[in-house]
Structures are given as structure tokens and as C-alpha cells.
């Protein structure tokens, strides 16, 4: 079978050594506009749908992406589970109200990971921090995020990587 001919220049473009950047003018990354949680999550998760299919020099640089996106999410995760949405370029925290998408986006792209299991780091890292996060799901106001997060648990579910025990659902009152 014929591998696809994606690029992924401008992922890379959009990308430092701390994560993707948030918005870019063209493909110019806007430093000014500093980096949002969830978009790292969305990067992750391409990342990850593209990984095997490109051939081995995209899978490393595939690798190697998905690595800084996940270090990045575990870098924004607070003590109690929830993402640090936005950051200035500087790493600086931007004011902001948690963000239900985020969580549930975040909890998604951690769950694909560890289906996928790219790496024994990025399967580790993702488990940790999916776990961790999971409890704020009861916390959540919002559809987008509920869809997320039921999406993320659901994967797992069908992959044989959780129970209604073990992601914390059984004896829980009905939403």
C-alpha cells in the first residue's frame, strides 16, 4: 500500500520547544499570542491519527511532536486535576475561567494515547494525566465538554482500558 503524501511543515512551523502556538498570521506563528492547553490537545491528536500511516521519518517527527504536546499538558494540569488553559508566550498564565472544551479535549487526546500507545513514555504520560483529570468531569456546565470527555471515556471503554469501576463511575448519582 501506498503511503499518503501528507506534510506536516506547517504543525511544524507552528511548533517550539514548548508547543504549538495558538494563532498565526499566514504561516508565521504569532509569538505575541502565546499557547492555549487545548490546542495542544488538538495537536496531540493529529499527531497521533497520522502516526503509521506516513512512513518512518514522518513517524518520528510525529513522535517527537506528540512528545511536546503531551509534556505540555502535563506541565498546564493543575494539582486538582483541571488544565491552565492560556499562556502567554513568556509562560506566563493569561487570565481566564477553566474551560470545560479544554478539559474534555485534553482528556480525549490523552485516551487516543492510550489506545494507540505510540511509546511507553507517551502511554505512561497519558495515563497519568487522563486519570488525574477525570474527576473534574463531574464539574463540568457544558455540552462540548461533557461530549469530550463521555467520547474519551468511551474509547477507552471499547478498548478494553476501563470499567465503569475504574474511571469512577459506579455509585455515582446520575447527571
Not at 511543515?9 to 498570521?25: N, Y
Not at 513514555?121 to 465538554?145: C, D
Given at each position: 500500500?501506498?503511503?499518503?503524501?501528507?506534510?506536516?511543515?506547517?504543525?511544524?512551523?507552528?511548533?517550539?520547544?514548548?508547543?504549538?502556538?495558538?494563532?498565526?498570521?499566514?504561516?508565521?506563528?504569532?509569538?505575541?499570542?502565546?499557547?492555549?492547553t487545548d490546542?495542544?490537545?488538538?495537536?496531540?491528536?493529529?499527531?497521533?491519527?497520522?502516526?503509521?500511516?506516513?512512513?518512518?521519518?514522518?513517524?518520528?517527527?510525529?513522535?517527537?511532536?506528540?512528545?511536546?504536546?503531551?509534556?505540555?499538558?502535563?506541565w498546564?494540569?493543575?494539582?486538582?486535576?483541571?488544565?491552565?488553559?492560556?499562556?502567554?508566550?513568556?509562560?506566563s498564565?493569561?487570565?481566564?475561567?477553566?474551560?470545560?472544551?479544554?478539559?474534555?479535549?485534553?482528556?480525549?487526546?490523552?485516551?487516543?494515547?492510550?489506545?494507540?500507545?505510540?511509546?511507553?513514555?507517551?502511554?505512561?504520560?497519558?495515563?497519568?494525566?487522563?486519570?488525574?483529570?477525570?474527576?473534574?468531569?463531574?464539574n463540568?456546565r457544558?455540552?462540548?465538554?461533557?461530549?469530550?470527555s463521555?467520547?474519551?471515556?468511551?474509547?477507552?471503554?471499547?478498548?478494553?482500558?476501563?470499567?465503569?469501576?475504574?474511571?469512577?463511575?459506579?455509585?455515582?448519582?446520575?447527571?
Amino acid at each position: 500500500m501506498q503511503q499518503p503524501n501528507i506534510r506536516f511543515d506547517h504543525l511544524i512551523k507552528m511548533t517550539d520547544d514548548t508547543g504549538i502556538l495558538e494563532h498565526g498570521l499566514g504561516s508565521l506563528p504569532r509569538r505575541k499570542e502565546g499557547y492555549s492547553t487545548d490546542d495542544q490537545a488538538r495537536a496531540l491528536w493529529v499527531c497521533l491519527e497520522w502516526l503509521g500511516r506516513c512512513g518512518e521519518q514522518t513517524d518520528k517527527q510525529l513522535l517527537s511532536l506528540a512528545e511536546k504536546y503531551l509534556a505540555f499538558l502535563l506541565w498546564a494540569q493543575e494539582e486538582d486535576g483541571r488544565f491552565y488553559n492560556n499562556f502567554a508566550y513568556d509562560r506566563s498564565r493569561e487570565p481566564e475561567q477553566p474551560s470545560d472544551d479544554c478539559l474534555g479535549r485534553c482528556l480525549w487526546a490523552c485516551a487516543l494515547a492510550m489506545t494507540r500507545r505510540p511509546s511507553v513514555s507517551i502511554s505512561l504520560a497519558a495515563e497519568n494525566i487522563f486519570f488525574k483529570a477525570l474527576g473534574q468531569v463531574w464539574n463540568q456546565r457544558y455540552p462540548r465538554g461533557w461530549a469530550y470527555s463521555l467520547a474519551a471515556i468511551g474509547l477507552l471503554k471499547r478498548a478494553g482500558l476501563a470499567d465503569e469501576k475504574m474511571i469512577g463511575l459506579a455509585g455515582t448519582p446520575a447527571v
